[in-house]
């Protein structure tokens, strides 16, 4: 199994109210039921507010390497992240548990 775990940081002067992070969300909330490799998917907005903090997070399990490709690759995520370039930057990890 991989654990899947991207933190988005907003450009400065994005909020999490900008309209484009509002629908750049929206498409992530979206995605758990859209891409059958997924096994498990969480994501959602950071609660705290801390100088290090990342502003969004997803935390994602898929089967192996060919399930995360096939994630990757799937039209709906390609279609979220291309929002998300408009108006943040981010970090992944992808670990084996």
């Not at 959602?44 to 995360?68: C, F, M, P, Q």
């Not at 279609?79 to 670990?95: G, H, L, N, S, Y």
Request: glycine letters at 6%.
């Amino acid at each position: 199994m991989i654990r899947h775990l991207v933190l988005f940081k907003l450009n400065d002067g994005v909020s999490k109210d900008d309209a484009r992070a509002v629908a750049g969300a929206e498409a992530f909330d979206g995605l758990g039921s859209l891409v059958p490799e997924l096994r498990e998917w969480e994501c959602g907005w950071n609660t705290t507010d801390r100088d290090i903090a990342h502003d969004y997070a997803i935390n994602s399990l898929v089967e192996d390497r060919d399930a995360l490709q096939a994630y990757l690759g799937h039209p709906a995520h390609q279609a979220a992240a291309a929002q998300w370039r408009e108006f943040a930057t981010w970090v992944i990890a992808d670990i084996e548990v």
